[in-house]
């Protein structure tokens, strides 16, 4: 699979002009755009329309948690949208996760439409393991908790987790090469860490062994989001 199949553009906006744009200038190198919290509380389902519109894929971040029931209904109608891939927390536990599989299935085999891919969040990337201890009450080491949430995904019948790249090689080891990983608090070595913690460049992510890779501001606050696009996948191309 092509690096450009495999990059996701974080739509991190609440602008539909300048998601607009985003797209109309990235399209050309870029296939799959994200779409989290800010944009689909302003604009909803218009900005997944406008992904489709012009033949892009939707990652439908909105990391969903809640009862078993509500997560359900919820993951029926991202199917139902044609999402490419959304998410949920892995913090819901094994019936939310199950619940949210069983519904996306079902909604698929009856109207004939294509399974969403479904991940589950393990830890955030801007929390640390002191985080995990002090502030939540996580006995486990940072590494022991995104392995126990990932195997509790697996276990509910999950596609992948959004994980770290520092933690790839740990998921893959334990739960195979097939287990999908996407990793958000990608940075270039050129582009300042801000409010991520645990962050690795786009080579050191996919060296690591991600599936996909999600970049946000380095290439969408940039003067040049085509030309910073355009470098990345040079990098990656060696």
Request: proline share 3%; charged share 25%; with cysteine.
């Amino acid at each position: 699979m092509d690096y450009k199949d495999r990059i996701i553009v974080a739509i991190d906006t609440d602008d539909i002009v300048v998601c607009k744009r985003l797209i109309d200038t990235l399209m050309s190198e870029i296939k799959i755009f994200k779409v989290g919290k800010e944009l689909f509380t302003s604009y909803g389902n218009e900005a997944i329309s406008l992904i489709h519109e012009r033949g892009a894929r939707c990652f439908l971040d909105l990391k969903f948690h809640d009862i078993p029931n509500t997560v359900a209904n919820a993951s029926q109608i991202a199917c139902r949208r044609g999402v490419f891939m959304f998410n949920v927390h892995a913090s819901g536990g094994t019936k939310m996760m199950k619940a949210a599989r069983d519904a996306v299935w079902g909604e698929a085999e009856k109207r004939g439409l294509e399974k969403p891919v479904i991940l589950a969040v393990t830890v955030l990337t801007s929390l640390t393991e002191e985080d995990l201890k002090e502030e939540l009450g996580v006995s486990r080491t940072l590494d022991e908790h995104v392995l126990h949430l990932a195997r509790m995904a697996k276990k509910a019948g999950l596609d992948g987790v959004v994980a770290s790249a520092k933690e790839i090689n740990l998921i893959k080891s334990k739960l195979g090469n097939d287990f999908i990983v996407v990793t958000p608090g990608i940075r270039p070595r050129w582009y300042s860490h801000q409010d991520q913690s645990r962050v690795v460049t786009p080579q050191e992510a996919f060296d690591s062994g991600a599936d996909y890779i999600v970049i946000g501001r380095p290439i969408t606050a940039s003067a040049d989001p085509l030309e910073s696009a355009q470098r990345i996948i040079s990098e990656l191309k060696g």
